[in-house]
């Protein structure tokens, strides 16, 4: 470890709080808020759709960050080389960083949608209290992955301006329970990478409790969940009369998303030690990343383009991580 943090002018904190936001996660907000905006009736001029995405891309990482000021015990064993274990960043300085990021993306969105700062200050909340629940095998996934299941809401609010007809949308239900599910695919899954280190820090998890293979059973149960979800969303507007082509590239980018989920379950059910686990874990947000952008894209055929440049952009990110046995 460093002696004590870089300061905040430097180029090399600015690098360390990259890291730290893990650039290649962004993409799991991303698509969760693209999606929202899909479901949109009469979607936003491009300016106004492009600043709420981007407030929903850059959010998770800043989330995603933000937990990590409260769990530097376990990644002290699990993920030594995170700036924050080495020192190279503080935690005031990561709580601090993350916080302004969160309150802009927030503001973005309030400004084009009042009703958006409910659901943004129920997600801090989320994260602020997620760190205790994730010490409880019942409380992680769920706790975690109804924050995600917030971002369709989030877009659909912010491009609609619309909070009456979001309540009662039956697709927004259906998208957020897709998010759900497949998110809590991916956070069991990832237990399995850092189940020595909950266990030495009395993280209770569903792997560290059960053990990896009843986990996956439990995660499979997820994956069939958003499964069903998803495909009560997309279905009835893929079998609509007179698809366009990029309609039929989204169903392919919606259909390797469905196999990418289960590929990981098959992946994870051979895992022996943590160190072997990265590969199913990279298998479940491949899947969730596309899962969701696919939908985006049946939705909205003409975005179909725009979500497989994302996709790809999403595999650079993560072939460009700093650890390849972390995600």
């Not at 697709?171 to 237990?191: N, Q």
């Not at 072997?276 to 383009?305: D, K, M, N, Q, Y």
């Amino acid at each position: 470890m460093n002696g004590s943090p870089f300061p905040l002018w430097s180029p090399q904190l600015w690098r360390a709080y990259g890291i730290t936001l893990r650039p290649y996660l962004l993409f799991v907000s991303g698509a969760g808020g693209l999606l929202g905006l899909a479901l949109v009736p009469a979607p936003a001029p491009a300016a106004t759709s492009l600043a709420i995405f981007a407030a929903l891309f850059f959010a998770y990482g800043l989330g995603q960050a933000l937990t990590d000021v409260f769990q530097i015990d376990t990644d002290r064993i699990s993920s030594p080389y995170r700036p924050l274990v080495r020192g190279e960043i503080s935690s005031a300085q990561v709580l601090g960083l993350s916080a302004a990021g969160l309150a802009l993306c927030g503001l973005v969105l309030a400004v084009h949608s009042p009703a958006t700062l409910v659901l943004a200050a129920l997600s801090v909340l989320g994260l602020l209290t997620y760190t205790p629940l994730k010490r409880r095998w019942w409380g992680g996934p769920a706790w975690n992955a109804w924050i995600v299941a917030l971002l369709p809401g989030l877009g659909y609010l912010a491009g609609a301006r619309a909070p009456l007809a979001a309540l009662a949308s039956v697709r927004i239900a259906l998208a957020a329970a897709s998010c759900f599910f497949s998110y809590a695919v991916f956070v069991i899954l990832g237990y399995l990478k850092d189940a020595r280190a909950d266990r030495a820090t009395g993280y209770q998890t569903v792997v560290v409790r059960f053990g990896s293979q009843p986990a996956i059973l439990c995660s499979a149960g997820c994956a069939l969940a958003a499964v069903v979800a998803s495909t009560a969303l997309v279905v009835p507007v893929a079998l609509a009369p007179g698809r366009p082509l990029p309609a039929i590239a989204g169903a392919g980018l919606w259909a390797w998303g469905l196999v990418t989920l289960v590929f990981g379950h098959l992946q994870g059910w051979r895992v022996e030690r943590d160190e072997e686990a990265f590969p199913a874990v990279a298998s479940s947000v491949r899947g969730f990343v596309a899962l969701h952008l696919g939908e985006a894209a049946l939705l909205r055929p003409e975005w179909t383009w725009s979500g497989l440049a994302l996709l790809a952009l999403f595999e650079l990110f993560l072939r460009a991580r700093p650890e390849r046995s972390q995600i």
